[in-house]
Structures are given as C-alpha cells and as structure tokens.
C-alpha cells in the first residue's frame, strides 16, 4: 500500500476544509424579524400645484396640515418608528420625487394624504341672440357641492368610466418639466395611458389593500360615509417600493366636509383614525 506523505495529506485536508460552507460548522442565525421602521407622509400637491380649492380654503393647505399633525402623532405614538415628509411647506414636489423620497430612504410605508372634489363640468344654461339676431347657447360651470365621503385608493388598475380622480390627481404632472420622460411618455389627459400606467402596479398590494382598509375602517368608526377602498393608476403610487396608499379624507367641493377637515375637532379625529390604523397595520404585518 502506497503511503501518503503527512505534508500531503495535511494540504488535502486543509483544501476541503476551506471549500466546505460555513454552515457546516455553525448554526446559521435567523434573519432579524420583520420591523416597520420608516414612514412617509406625503401631504398631496403644494406651491404652484393648488388649484383644487372649496369655499374659503385650498387642498394643498389642508393636506399639509393633516400630514403634518398624522408625522408628529406617528413620532409621539410610535417611538420605534421614524416619519419622513415629502414637504413641510408650501412647495412643488414632482410626483416621481414623491415616491423617490421613500423608495431611498427604503420606507415600510407611503401615505399620501388628499382631499377629493367634484369636477367643474360646463352645461349649457341657455341661449342669448348675437349681434346679428342668431341664437347661440350660453355656458355655466357647475359643481356638486353635495357629494361627500372618504376612499383611499392603491395602485392598480380602476374602471374606465371611474377616472375622475385619477385625472385630476395624475394631472400635476403637466407640471413638471421632462414629464413625457420622468413618466415614461405618460399624458394624464389620455385613457390608454391611464392603462399604461396600471402595468406599473405596485408589487405591494396586498399589503397596501390591508392597510387601505384599515383606514377606511377608521373612518366608518367616527361617523364618515364610506365610499371604499378603490385600484387606481395613480402616478404617486405606482413604482412604490413598499406597501402605498393615497387616502382621500373628505369632499373639499362639499361646505359641509371643508368645514370639517379644516377644524381642529376634524383634523384630530382624522389623524387619530390614522394612526391606529397605522398602528393595526404595525402589529398584524409584525407577527407574520
């Protein structure tokens, strides 16, 4: 029998040694468990972007308020968790730079916060005659100052005939310069973009529904008409990197509803519905 020489034998063991895993000599160590660390709010439109108004205010002002007084009961509340805002003032934020804030900052969750409103449609009123004695119709615009409630969409893709909102808040970005690029050639005035943009949907909508419900549960609770959680193809939300929901928090068209979202009672029971179901949503994804 051939012997081996010790040096040799030495080396051979120490190759097989070194080419071995690891895990064969340690226990592998659990991942750390899953923690909601970062949350962005994100108060909607701001600066030049603030048309949507109702009788004596302006959604980009109520929304930052909402936003603002939600971020400071997150950090009061929730101590383990740190808040991020798109804005804290009255700017421009372009949609893409929304949802790029908490994509780098590798958020846990995306809150957009708005106020909804009827459209401004223009119906023919009547008829006057001209200088040469024709008949020629007469236009008003007019708004449904009754319709109130509150939703809170995901992204996805939502019927055709149900786009109102999408228009009107994927419409900030004929704002933005280089629009055609940042969205990848999106026209919000167009439906077959609207769809283009639904193929972007955010990989996180389980998680975005759950906690989409959540809200719209809290806000069952105090009294608010429920209109729903709702799949739209909303720019903000589309290439979210974590679970994201916009919540629309009442009808700034309807009297009624301005008043409400613009007192402190309002604000406080509005944030208040947020951040339990903030902190409902913390407590079940954590045991998972």
């Not at 100052?145 to 809170?152: D, H, L, M, Q």
């Not at 609770?221 to 990197?241: P, T």
């Not at 009624?256 to 949503?281: C, F, P, W």
Request: glycine share 6%.
């Amino acid at each position: 029998m051939k012997i081996i020489p010790l040096r040799t034998f030495i080396y051979t063991i120490l190759s097989i040694l070194l080419i071995m895993p690891s895990s064969s000599f340690s226990k592998e160590i659990p991942p750390s468990p899953y923690r909601i660390r970062t949350i962005v709010i994100d108060a909607g439109h701001g600066g030049h972007d603030g048309a949507t108004r109702g009788q004596f205010s302006k959604e980009k002002d109520v929304a930052l308020k909402v936003a603002l007084l939600l971020g400071k009961s997150i950090e009061d509340k929730m101590k383990d968790v740190k808040v991020i805002y798109t804005r804290t003032t009255d700017v421009f934020i372009p949609l893409y730079e929304r949802i790029g804030i908490a994509n780098r900052a590798k958020a846990d969750l995306f809150i957009s916060i708005h106020c909804n409103s009827m459209p401004i449609r223009r119906v023919q009123s009547g008829y006057k005659k001209n200088s040469k004695g024709q008949k020629i119709p007469i236009y008003k615009s007019v708004q449904s100052t009754s319709t109130r409630g509150v939703e809170t969409f995901v992204s996805g893709f939502g019927r055709l005939d149900e786009q109102d909102v999408v228009m009107r808040e994927n419409a900030s970005i004929l704002l933005e310069k280089d629009y055609k690029d940042n969205y990848e050639g999106y026209d919000p005035k167009d439906p077959e973009s609207i769809i283009m943009l639904s193929l972007m949907k955010n990989a996180f909508r389980d998680q975005s529904i759950k906690l989409a419900t959540f809200i719209q549960d809290s806000y069952i609770e105090s009294g608010r008409v429920d209109r729903g959680v709702k799949e739209q193809s909303l720019a903000v939300l589309a290439k979210a990197g974590m679970p994201a929901v916009l919540t629309e928090i009442g009808f700034i068209s309807n009297p009624a509803e301005e008043e409400y979202m613009n007192s402190d009672h309002g604000q406080r029971e509005i944030v208040a519905g947020l951040l339990k179901s903030i902190q409902t949503y913390k407590r079940q994804v954590e045991l998972e």
